[in-house]
């Protein structure tokens, strides 16, 4: 458990570390968590170059530190620079919360969870016995495997631009669950988006700043399919609307988000989250 609050003097500070993180929502999430406690803590963002990070991670030891989230491109390089990994992250592979206690970092990854939660909330179940496509191998698209794999999803493929990468997590899942996970090229994703019951979006695709174009083509998803993208910016997603426009149900990475930052926001504090109002501060 994290160094209660109320062990550090005056205010402190939690950080973002990633690149880009101008569209973040994290910043507007957490703040609005720490003054509705009436905390004196200030959530900082900071843009910073895969060169930068050993450096950055080193000042999160500050004794004002509370610690810090991780986000694209730094969450598996960053776990070489830490003191402990929680198991769930060492399992995952990525880190996206690191909690400061007296000088000594350790590891977390909150995506797993807030993934699940948001999933179910979504689906009204949880992944058991449903059949999945996953895009995207990435740090994100680890924790979506490990969770899928936890509950039991019947199967699970996964697409990526970089086949290499796609079939290497599909090797490291085999340790996670009993779940069949089968690597494919982003290309070929269109050829199983129709016997899918839901569908993730874990590319970068989307993204504000970055790639605009739909990382699978809509018109192999019908209605009765459920699309989960877990990017998210200040309005709908790209993925989402035209989803939503085939009579899919759907949703933007913004519900995970929120659960991920309540899971991290509880592992600095101590205590529970203002789930309500960080929900109300991005408007989901
Ligand atoms: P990574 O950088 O680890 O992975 C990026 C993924 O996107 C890789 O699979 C990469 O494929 C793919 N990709 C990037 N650009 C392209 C492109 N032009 N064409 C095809 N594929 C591409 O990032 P993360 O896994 O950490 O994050 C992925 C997304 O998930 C981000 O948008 C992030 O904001 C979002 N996210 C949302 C969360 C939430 O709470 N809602 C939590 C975590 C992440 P390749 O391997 O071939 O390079």
Not at 70 to 87: G, N, Q, S, Y
Not at 235 to 248: D, H, Q, R, S, Y
Request: aromatic content about 4%.
């Amino acid at each position: 458990m994290s160094k209660p609050l109320a062990d550090h003097k005056g205010p402190s500070v939690v950080r973002l570390l990633g690149h880009p993180v101008g569209h973040s929502l994290s910043p507007i999430i957490q703040n609005a968590a720490f003054k509705h406690r009436g905390l004196a803590v200030t959530y900082e963002v900071r843009d910073i170059e895969p060169q930068d990070l050993p450096h950055a991670v080193d000042e999160l030891r500050a004794s004002d530190c509370l610690g810090a989230n991780i986000t694209v491109p730094h969450k598996e390089e960053v776990l070489r620079l830490l003191d402990e990994i929680e198991a769930e992250a060492a399992r995952v592979g990525a880190v996206n919360t690191v909690v400061n206690r007296d000088g000594i970092l350790a590891g977390h990854n909150t995506d797993l969870q807030g993934f699940s939660i948001a999933l179910r909330d979504l689906l009204h179940q949880d992944a058991a016995g449903l059949k999945f496509l996953v895009l995207g191998a990435g740090g994100a698209a680890r924790a979506v495997l490990a969770a899928l794999l936890q509950e039991r999803a019947a199967y699970v493929y996964v697409a990526n631009r970089c086949l290499e990468r796609a079939e290497a997590l599909c090797r490291a899942a085999r340790g996670w669950g009993d779940t069949p996970c089968l690597a494919l090229s982003l290309a070929s994703a269109c050829t199983v988006a129709a016997e899918c019951d839901v569908i993730v979006n874990a590319t970068s695709i989307g993204l504000p700043q970055s790639v605009k174009d739909l990382p699978l083509d809509v018109d192999t998803l019908h209605r009765g399919q459920v699309l989960f993208d877990l990017v998210y910016g200040p309005g709908t997603t790209p993925m989402v609307l035209a989803a939503t426009a085939k009579g899919l149900r759907a949703t933007d990475g913004k519900a995970m988000l929120v659960q991920q930052a309540a899971l991290s926001y509880e592992l600095w504090t101590g205590t529970d989250a203002p789930l309500e109002i960080m929900r109300g501060s991005i408007g989901c």
